[in-house]
């Protein structure tokens, strides 16, 4: 194997890396709700105890791997590029025309 094979080899596994341990995570999430939906249903009788348990679980469980899924995806580079995402719709607007036009690009802080 060449060092550029070697490298792309070595990129490669850490993502396939990165997505199981994404994978891995979320699926403890769930099974944990799983676990919590069947645990918390037997702890009362009454139908709206029951009813908020569960809708709270699942909203729960839902907001996790969507914080996950942001968590093992956020590229930090973003954060260091101190452009506000107006700012860069604004570098290709149109005039009246139809016409496009460059908008002067803002100064980095």
């Given at each position: 194997?060449s060092?550029?094979?070697?490298?792309?080899a070595?990129?490669?596994?850490?993502?396939?890396?990165?997505?199981?341990?994404?994978?891995?995570?979320?699926?403890?999430?769930?099974?944990?709700?799983l676990?919590?939906f069947?645990?918390?249903?037997?702890l009362?009788d009454s139908?709206?105890?029951q009813?908020?348990?569960?809708?709270?679980?699942?909203?729960?469980?839902?907001?996790l791997?969507?914080?996950?899924?942001?968590?093992f995806?956020?590229?930090?580079?973003?954060?260091?590029?101190?452009?506000?995402?107006?700012?860069?719709?604004?570098?290709?607007?149109?005039?009246?025309?139809g016409?496009?036009?460059?908008a002067?690009?803002p100064?980095?802080?």
């Amino acid at each position: 194997m060449s060092t550029q094979t070697a490298a792309e080899a070595t990129k490669r596994r850490k993502t396939e890396i990165r997505f199981f341990t994404q994978a891995f995570t979320q699926c403890i999430v769930f099974c944990i709700c799983l676990l919590s939906f069947h645990i918390f249903t037997l702890l009362s009788d009454s139908v709206w105890w029951q009813f908020s348990m569960v809708t709270m679980i699942w909203i729960l469980a839902h907001s996790l791997d969507g914080l996950i899924v942001v968590l093992f995806h956020f590229r930090f580079s973003l954060c260091k590029n101190k452009l506000l995402t107006s700012t860069m719709m604004l570098n290709s607007s149109t005039n009246n025309r139809g016409e496009v036009t460059q908008a002067p690009t803002p100064a980095k802080f």
